[in-house]
Nanobody, 127 residues
């Protein structure tokens, strides 16, 4: 049984930084990532990393500002968010796929790739 527990959300002013962390129980082979959802908007995949290859993928909206990393020994994945904007506000969810090797043909930022979801942590960026 895989469980994902997020931490690190909060409130910050535009231009500031936040660091989200996700602790996983069980296996951690496969894709791990972060999705977000703002009220009234569709859920969006923002960043993903493969636990073995280390390959990463980012949405255009966060590329150059967010960095995803993983620590396999600690079974954690971290999302460092810099230069935050008000439009980055929302609930952020940690996600994990079933065990799978990395492939460029996988939809790394699609919810269809992921099988486990955390409870979410709130990020609020004020202008």
């Amino acid at each position: 049984q895989v469980q994902l527990v997020e931490s690190g959300g909060g409130s910050v002013q535009a231009g500031g930084s936040l660091r989200l962390s996700c602790a996983a129980s069980g296996y951690t082979y496969g894709y791990m990532g972060w999705f977000r959802q703002a009220p009234g908007k569709e859920r969006e995949g923002v960043a993903a990393v493969h636990s073995v290859s280390g390959n990463t993928d980012y949405s255009d909206s966060v590329k150059g500002r967010f960095t995803i990393s993983r620590d396999n020994a600690k079974k954690t994945v971290v999302l460092q968010m810099d230069s935050l904007k008000p439009e980055d506000s929302g609930a952020y969810y940690c996600v994990m796929s079933y065990p799978v090797a990395w492939s460029p043909y996988h939809l790394h930022l699609s919810s269809s790739t992921y099988n486990y979801w955390g409870q979410g942590t709130q990020v609020t960026v004020s202008s």
